[in-house]
């Protein structure tokens, strides 16, 4: 469960793109924001990328979902966007631990 904080929930996901790299370091930055639910996987950002899809389908209202950093999350501009797009259509917040507002 993440930390309720008022009436959102922080959300995190951590990627890295190969089986030899890991996510410590990431893993570390979200707890360090009060992050307790974690989506975390090994995988190209090519490939479906399954724990990405169960954390966005876990935000409710008012949510937010945090990565360490942008590309950790989408594969292209268009690819962020889009997951943007459909964070924003939940009534969500989204937020980058590395990269400013």
Do not use: W
Request: hydrophobic content about 40%.
């Amino acid at each position: 469960m993440g930390i309720e904080t008022g009436f959102f929930v922080l959300i995190g996901y951590a990627r890295v793109s190969t089986l030899d790299q890991d996510t410590d370091l990431q893993l570390d930055a979200l707890h360090r924001a009060g992050v307790q639910k974690i989506y975390s996987e090994k995988t190209s950002g090519v490939s479906t990328r399954p724990q990405l899809q169960r954390c966005l389908a876990e935000l409710k209202f008012g949510d937010q979902l945090v990565v360490y950093k942008l590309d950790r999350l989408a594969r292209s501009l268009r690819d962020l966007l889009n997951i943007i797009e459909r964070i924003d259509s939940l009534s969500c917040d989204f937020r980058s631990l590395t990269e400013p507002n």
